[in-house]
């Protein structure tokens, strides 16, 4: 992040040792620092206490540099928004601004502790239950006057520009047969769905990166948390829902007879023929964006091979296979529809 690395870990260390623990009542001797292995983008830290306490589950520490004051403002007034309309997302503690130094920017959040998304063994009551929460954040009423100030995107334009960088993703970094005529074909079909999803999408908060490592599930409170909020945003429900099936619910026929019980259920931010409308499209961009995402991971992935003069390279990687198993699905729809 453009700062020092042990400057930063030892304000964090101060940050914890002299105003985090002493806020929850808690020595150092009491509690662990841990790194969750999941998730990218931030830097993160887990505080937990040694002994699962009955009354404190722990504190995450987010780090941001100096230069992202913005987003971080952002972030807390959209967990401030979320709380405010009953989704379950973790509440935040504290922001330290350490401007002094190189100037990072510690968010604590509170700790749900649970499965993650990844971790969590699914049956059609969790499935119901997971329902719960993501149709409490799709049904966020849009009329609060604080949406307007919060959310100023166009859905249907930035999945415009969206589409058209993964297309060129795949020009560039995909390996397959016949790649110039596929991805015309493709191309093709999505900017003819692109009308349909002009004329039928309704305004609703999304998640928009409902991937497994971003739901927690809480076995204490019986409930699903939705964390790493900084991407919500007004869009399509069935985005979401097309990732949930897929990843979490891992297509499961009766996974996802339970979770569309509950989310069908009045009120719904949807109806079942409105998610039909839309499903090919947003079932055909998630596949379109995975195997771009892994071509991409897979050139790179050479590159290093080659950078360390390794002689064995392998043509194909988890990346390739996986690339080419989304773009098969994504064919497949398209000869469908
Ligand atoms: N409030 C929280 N409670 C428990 N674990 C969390 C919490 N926030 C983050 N984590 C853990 O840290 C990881 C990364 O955090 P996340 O907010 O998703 O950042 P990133 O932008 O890096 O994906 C998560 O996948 C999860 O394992
Ligand atoms: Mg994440």
Redesign the pocket.
Known sequence: MGVSVAKVEEAFRSYVLRYLLPMVGLSEKDTRITI???????V?R?VEPREQGADFSGI?V?IYSRKEAGRVERIMRIGRFLKKHNVYV?RILDVCKVFKRDGVIFVA?????GE?GLEVKMTPDRAKTLARSIKALHLVPTDDAEFGQLFVNNFVQEMKKRVANRIKGLNRFARIKGKKSNILKITKWLSDQMRIIRDNTSLHLIHDKLHP??I?YSGKEDRF?L??I?TVQPGCPTKDLMQIYHETLKEDPELIEAFESVYFEEPSPLSREQMAALTPFCDAYYHLAESAINWKRHFYHLKRQRQKGDDRIKSESSFSRNARLHLDELLKLIERE
């Open positions: 969750p292995i999941s998730g990218v983008k931030t993160v887990l995450v987010k973790p959040e509170e700790l749900i502790s993650s490592g971003n927690i948390y964390i790493d900084e």
